[in-house]
T-cell receptor, first 113, second 112 residues
Framework: DAGVIQSPRHEVTEMGQEVTLRCKPI?????LFWYRQTMMRGLELLIY????????DSGMPEDRFSAKMPNASFSTLKIQPSEPRDSAVYFC???????????FGNGTRLTVT | DAKTTQPPSMDCAEGRAANLPCNHS???????VYWYRQIHSQGPQYIIH???NNETNEMASLIITEDRKSSTLILPHATLRDTAVYYC?????????????FGGGTRLMVKP
């Protein structure tokens, strides 16, 4: 099992550009989470899906952020337009049935200049 | 989910046991204690979890007090590679949110 796979590992973009982060969860997991980590705010939950359906997006900071999960093996987090304050490490995580632990990917480090 | 309190940092000598405390005095009866760690530049990694009995796996041991208001994660023989931020989280497994809320954690520094 390759674990949760995120791409790209690093992304540098200019303010105003669209950014798309990608995640492949562990096969068979039916929950998928997107987190953001900064020095100031630590790890924050942005949104999570259950069986490809968004369940809670209350952590999404603004309408500039959107997330999709078109199938069980792929999810995207999009920022449009990006701003310097969006610079952070974005983590994707997945889990199986209720009570099982979260498995995290190694994150995407986003820098918006 | 119940709030947890952890010391911000700890040091441990290589080869010695690292004992990381966590206070969760408002824990509810159906809430589990989870431990994760985050090594620099990596995503958080699951370590262990428990409800009320002590638990042990290949990575660590978890000791939960009888009143469940606190717990200790024990790394029996710490190595330099155990240097990381350790997060203690409590949550109910029947929580419809199924979310984990991470606090500040404890930054463990294992020294040679």
């Amino acid at each position: 099992d390759a674990g949760v796979i995120q791409s790209p590992r690093h992304e540098v973009t200019e303010m105003g550009q669209e950014v798309t982060l990608r995640c492949k969860p562990i096969s068979g997991h039916d929950y998928l989470f997107w987190y953001r980590q900064t020095m100031m705010r630590g790890l924050e939950l942005l949104i999570y899906f259950n069986n490809n359906v968004p369940i809670d997006d209350s952590g999404m900071p603004e309408d500039r952020f959107s997330a999709k999960m078109p199938n069980a093996s792929f999810s995207t987090l999009k920022i449009q337009p990006s701003e310097p304050r969006d610079s952070a490490v974005y983590f994707c995580a997945s889990k199986g049935s209720r009570g099982s632990p979260l498995h995290f990917g190694n994150g995407t480090r986003l820098t918006v200049t | 989910d119940a709030k947890t309190t952890q010391p911000p940092s700890m040091d441990c000598a290589e080869g010695r046991a690292a004992n990381l405390p966590c206070n969760h005095s408002t824990i509810s009866g159906n809430e589990y204690v989870y431990w994760y760690r985050q090594i620099h530049s990596q995503g958080p990694q699951y370590i262990i979890h428990g409800l009320k009995n002590n638990e042990t796996n290949e990575m660590a041991s978890l000791i939960i007090t009888e009143d469940r208001k606190s717990s200790t994660l024990i790394l029996p023989h710490a190595t330099l590679r155990d240097t990381a931020v350790y997060y203690c989280i409590v949550r109910a497994n029947n929580n419809a949110g199924n979310m984990l809320t991470f606090g500040g954690g404890t930054r463990l520094m294992v020294k040679p």
